[in-house]
């Protein structure tokens, strides 16, 4: 019997020890999580502005102006890009981008054979399971999420741009979470490549401005049409940041409450165990003085 209370209480000694660990972690990507959804809250206007912008030039310059990035090819290669953590603990949040990614594949492109579906991976998490499938690994960023800055994404933006302006791609699209709150993330499949204008509802309700390029439209076109697709790249990893630093936080509150039930629960196991040990050694002893009292 004492064997058995020591493996509880070293059980109790365990849990305890990990609910600490949760704890902590829960506090960090707390932390973590109020920087992330500041820096998407205040780029998403300025994303949503520049996206609208882009929306009127192909609208208002359609027919007049030539886009390699808005050229419309026969899909016979795509490229997804899809953007996970660097590291896990976040309940299944790495798992539903990837399985999002996985169905775009299946569904989308499932007339399209193995060797034309290509991925670039942003993050550790999508890099080792893309690596293992049949599809093909064009590039691969890790700890871009570590230390976020507008260079070092435009760099990774600028991949996708030069593959598929070299014919390498006729498709490309962003797969990523879309940050709501801490508990809540969509899941979403966005086009990145080639340019489109927003369906008809939208692009009615939008104001059409009829731009005056100065000095020259070709060149401000093909200077400002990359900046916002970079701009849009960015948001998507903002995006995931927070989504990422949200995931962890309700994973690890919940993994704390966890811990703090499974201690109830061995609490109650210990107390049983000890009064059983109790009740053995008094029937032991009860046992004893009858024994000596009848001799």
Not at 65 to 71: G, N, P, W
Not at 258 to 280: F, H, P, V, W
């Given at each position: 019997?004492?064997?058995?209370?020591?493996?509880?209480?070293?059980?109790?000694?365990?849990?305890?020890?990990?609910?600490?660990?949760?704890?902590?972690?829960?506090?960090?990507?707390?932390?973590?999580?109020?920087?992330?959804?500041?820096?998407?809250?205040?780029?998403?206007?300025?994303?949503?502005?520049?996206?609208?912008?882009?929306?009127?030039?192909?609208?208002?310059?359609?027919?007049?102006?030539?886009?390699?990035?808005?050229?419309?090819?026969?899909?016979?290669?795509?490229?997804?890009?899809?953007?996970?953590?660097?590291?896990?603990?976040?309940?299944?949040?790495?798992?539903?981008?990837?399985?999002?990614?996985?169905?775009?594949?299946?569904?989308?492109?499932?007339?399209?054979?193995?060797?034309?579906?290509?991925?670039?991976?942003?993050?550790?998490?999508?890099?080792?399971?893309?690596?293992?499938?049949?599809?093909?690994?064009?590039?691969?960023?890790?700890?871009?999420?570590?230390?976020?800055?507008?260079?070092?994404?435009?760099?990774?933006?600028?991949?996708?741009?030069?593959?598929?302006?070299?014919?390498?791609?006729?498709?490309?699209?962003?797969?990523?979470?879309?940050?709501?709150?801490?508990?809540?993330?969509y899941f979403l499949a966005e086009p990145?490549?080639?340019?489109?204008?927003?369906?008809?509802?939208?692009?009615?309700?939008?104001?059409?401005?009829?731009?005056?390029?100065?000095?020259?439209?070709?060149?401000?076109?093909?200077?400002?049409?990359?900046?916002?697709?970079?701009?849009?790249?960015?948001?998507?990893?903002?995006?995931?940041?927070?989504?990422?630093?949200?995931?962890?936080?309700?994973?690890?509150?919940?993994?704390?409450?966890?811990?703090?039930?499974?201690?109830?629960?061995?609490?109650?196991?210990?107390?049983?165990?000890?009064?059983?040990?109790?009740?053995?050694?008094?029937?032991?002893?009860?046992?004893?003085?009858?024994?000596?009292?009848?001799?």
């Amino acid at each position: 019997m004492s064997g058995k209370l020591k493996e509880v209480r070293e059980r109790m000694k365990s849990v305890k020890s990990t609910q600490q660990i949760t704890k902590a972690m829960k506090m960090v990507s707390a932390a973590k999580l109020r920087r992330a959804t500041e820096a998407i809250q205040q780029m998403r206007p300025y994303s949503n502005k520049l996206s609208e912008i882009l929306n009127n030039i192909i609208i208002s310059q359609e027919g007049n102006l030539k886009l390699d990035l808005a050229e419309e090819r026969e899909v016979k290669n795509v490229l997804l890009v899809v953007f996970t953590a660097d590291r896990g603990l976040c309940g299944a949040f790495n798992a539903n981008v990837i399985k999002k990614g996985v169905e775009v594949m299946r569904t989308k492109y499932s007339h399209l054979g193995a060797a034309n579906i290509h991925v670039m991976t942003i993050g550790k998490k999508s890099n080792v399971f893309f690596s293992k499938q049949a599809c093909t690994v064009d590039a691969r960023y890790v700890n871009l999420l570590n230390n976020i800055t507008f260079e070092e994404t435009a760099k990774a933006a600028d991949f996708a741009i030069d593959a598929f302006t070299s014919g390498q791609f006729d498709v490309v699209e962003l797969v990523y979470s879309h940050f709501k709150n801490a508990g809540v993330q969509y899941f979403l499949a966005e086009p990145f490549l080639p340019l489109v204008k927003q369906p008809t509802d939208l692009a009615a309700t939008t104001n059409v401005a009829d731009f005056i390029f100065e000095p020259n439209q070709d060149e401000i076109v093909e200077v400002l049409i990359p900046k916002i697709l970079k701009t849009q790249f960015y948001k998507a990893l903002l995006d995931t940041n927070a989504s990422q630093h949200g995931a962890r936080m309700t994973a690890m509150d919940k993994a704390t409450e966890n811990a703090q039930e499974l201690l109830k629960e061995l609490g109650i196991s210990y107390n049983r165990a000890r009064q059983a040990a109790i009740t053995t050694e008094l029937t032991e002893i009860v046992s004893g003085a009858a024994a000596l009292e009848a001799n």
